[in-house]
Every structure is written in C-alpha cells, then in structure tokens.
C-alpha cells in the first residue's frame, strides 16, 4: 500500500509538472492568445507560484512515504485524510484564483481546473482505500458546490443553469458517486492482492513444510485436500538414489564443476520424480530420497516408484553419452508403513518420513554395491507393484546389514 501511495504521489507530481510545461510553452509562443483568454491579463508568474509549491509537496510526501516504507512503518490514517485533502483542494484553489483575477466566475467554473477532481478521485483508487476514495470524492463535491456559492448568485427556480442550484448539486452529487466508485474498484483491487498473498502465502507454508523440491502439481492437491501436520501412521513407498563415486571425482574437480554436476544429474532426476507423483523429501549430499503415497495417499505408489526408477537409469544412461564426466546411480525402493508427520523446532518445521520402512529402503541401495547392480526392490514392492514391475531377476533372501532375518530382493537393473 506504500508503495502505491507512494506512485500515486508521483504521478500527480509527473502530471501537475506537465501541465505547468503546457502552461509555459502556451505563455511564451502565444501571449497574445493567453492574453485575449484572459481578460487581457497575462499570467505571468502566477502559474509558477500556484504549481511549483504543489509538485514540491508531492515529491516531499512521497519522500516521506519511501522513508516511512524503507523502516516498516505504516503512514499514519491522519496523515493520508490530510493529504487526501491538500491535493483535492488544489482544484479548488486554482479555479477561485481564475474566478477572482482572470475570467469571469461562470467560465472559471467550467474551466479545465474543474476537471482536476475527476483526476484526483481516479488516481485515489491507488490509495486501495474505500474510505479515503470516498472522502476524497466528498471533498471534490463539497469545494466544488462550495465554489458556485460563493462566486455566483445561486438560486433555485431561475430559468439561467448557470446559477441554477440543481445544477452544482447534480455536479456535485457526480463527483461523490464517482469517489465511491472509485473506492469500490480500490477495495476490490485490495481484496484481490489480499487473495493472492493469502494464496502466495499457502504455497510458502507448503514448500517449507515439504521442502522447496515439491512440484507445482503436488502443491496445488496438498492446498486443495490439506496437507497432514499431525504424526500418522501411512503407507509409503521410499526410495533412495545415490550417484556412485561421485566423492571422489569430485576431489579432481572444481568446486563449480562439482555443483554443475550435480544440479545438472538432481534437475533431470526429481523431475522425474515429480512426473511420477513422488517428493523429494530431501537431498543427501550426492543423493536423496524420495517418498510417493504420501503425504498425499496413491494406490500406485509403487507401480509409480518403480517406473520413476527405471526412467532414472534411462535418463542417465543418456546424459553419460559425450559426457566427460558420466555418472552411475544407485536405486533402492521399499514399501511398507512408517511414521509420516512434521519434525523441527517451532521456528522451523519439515515434513519427513521415520521408521523400518525407511531404513530398509536404505539398506538396498547400499546392498547394490554388493550385488554388482543398480536397481534393487523389496518381495513388497514386487508384490505391490504388480504388472508394472517388468522384468526382474530374483536375488532371493539376502543378507542386510542390521537386520537379523535375509530380506528378499529383487534386481531391476
């Protein structure tokens, strides 16, 4: 609001230093013509010390509001009523001057000056207050009634609309109505930057809740179904992918080609998970992992895990092709039930997945080193992926490291 108030300010400073322009270059070029307008008076300096004190304290308010805006404070309500005043009654001013030295009061108050109120209650829709638009709009109607009334013999049943009542009070009455639309198009305006804040605002909630590798389509559903704050117990499909050997070409390397690297091989890959209704929950050095059915529940948790892992190695395997530096991940799925919630202090708060399920999932992308593979899955996620697993090669029961029992394993890639 600041800062609009603060465009509005030199925007009136900008057109009130054109007009004075205008002004000027009319005296200068056609004296003669400005002479005859007026009553055979020539203006002289007078526009000069009606104009320039106005645009100087235009430019000063609008220095007070950048300060005022710069240090996070609001300017104050009295303040805006009274500047919403000074500005509407300059109309005022210039046009009794006319009336009072340079033409006759009927002209004067048909003249170009008048006009000013409908820029001033147009320029307030800026102020993105209705109460101001309104008082500014009242103002205009006030002062420019109050003008006829003094400068003219007003009547109510004279046969001359020139000093007729009725017609300063239909003006009048124009001018009110114009200021409450006016402030009818500023709150509206304001109630639609409050709606996209409040919206801005909701998706910033999410993606600090959720990390910010959360895709655009998983934030709109979160936002429409609400996302889960409170610890539950869920069914989720992890996984894990680590890049091998990336430590230690990375020590041959700089620290920008290290970085590019990375952000190039993390760019391709959580876009696929992403593709796949997955969520990078979190980065792990040179891997992450990645949970899908939750928070939000999807029965083809693993039929999506699954293809997102094996579009991974697809994607890689062709990024290596004249590259001077290929890489080689590591992939390794597990579906079961886990702890799903929130964790972190009060000030800082992230959405984050604990339990065996998790663990294991862990456990069988370091077994890939061991078997010689890329891609390894759970006997769950081969039961629960169904059709959509393709092929694999049973490695059955396993040892894995912290688990006193062998885990069935099977080898994707």
């Not at 309104?134 to 205009?140: P, W």
């Not at 680590?242 to 890959?269: M, N």
């Not at 696929?272 to 929950?281: A, K, P």
């Not at 290929?326 to 000030?347: E, F, K, L, Q």
Request: aromatic residues 8%.
């Amino acid at each position: 609001m600041l800062r609009s108030e603060r465009r509005r300010m030199l925007n009136v400073a900008v057109v009130f230093t054109v007009i004075l322009a205008l002004i000027l270059v009319l005296t200068t070029i056609a004296p003669d013509l400005v002479a005859r307008i007026l009553h055979r008076q020539r203006p002289s300096r007078v526009p000069l010390l009606i104009f320039l004190p106005f645009i100087a304290y235009e430019l000063l308010a609008a220095g007070i509001v950048t300060v005022l805006a710069r240090r996070g404070r609001a300017f104050p309500t009295v303040g805006r009523y009274v500047n919403a005043f000074i500005e509407t009654s300059f109309p005022t001013l210039l046009t009794y001057i006319l009336a009072t030295q340079y033409l006759d009061a009927v002209t004067a108050l048909n003249s170009w000056p008048m006009l000013l109120y409908s820029l001033f209650i147009v320029l307030s829709t800026m102020r993105l207050d209705f109460a101001l638009s309104a008082f500014t709009g009242a103002v205009a109607a006030v002062e420019s009634f109050g003008l006829a009334y003094i400068l003219l013999p007003l009547a109510w049943g004279t046969d001359e609309p020139d000093h007729a009542i009725v017609f300063y009070l239909a003006r009048s009455a124009v001018l009110l109505a114009a200021g409450l639309l006016a402030g009818s198009v500023g709150l509206t305006i304001k109630n639609y930057f409050a709606r996209a804040l409040a919206a801005a605002s909701a998706r910033d909630r999410v993606t600090n809740l959720f990390g910010q590798h959360v895709s655009p389509q998983v934030v709109d559903r979160l936002l429409a179904f609400g996302a889960a704050e409170l610890s539950e117990m869920r069914r989720v499909c992890v996984m894990f992918v680590d890049i091998r050997g990336f430590t230690a070409a990375a020590r041959e390397r700089s620290p920008a080609e290290v970085v590019a690297r990375l952000d190039t091989a993390f760019a391709l890959l959580v876009e696929i998970v992403d593709r796949y209704h997955g969520i990078v929950n979190k980065f792990l050095g040179d891997g992450f992992l990645a949970m899908f059915g939750a928070p939000i529940e999807d029965p083809a948790a693993a039929a999506d895990a699954v293809a997102a892992g094996r579009e991974m190695l697809r994607v890689i395997a062709e990024g290596n092709a004249g590259n001077p530096w290929p890489i080689r991940i590591g992939i390794g799925i597990h579906i079961g039930d886990a702890v799903t919630g929130t964790v972190g202090s009060p000030r800082r708060k992230e959405y984050t997945v604990i339990g065996d399920t998790v663990n294991l999932a862990a456990r069988l992308e370091t077994l890939n080193k061991e078997v010689g593979s890329q891609f390894l899955v759970s006997d769950a996620v081969h039961a629960a992926a169904g059709g959509a697993i393709g092929d694999a090669d049973p490695l059955g029961p396993l040892p894995v490291r912290g688990y006193e029992r062998p885990v069935t394993v099977w080898r994707l890639a």
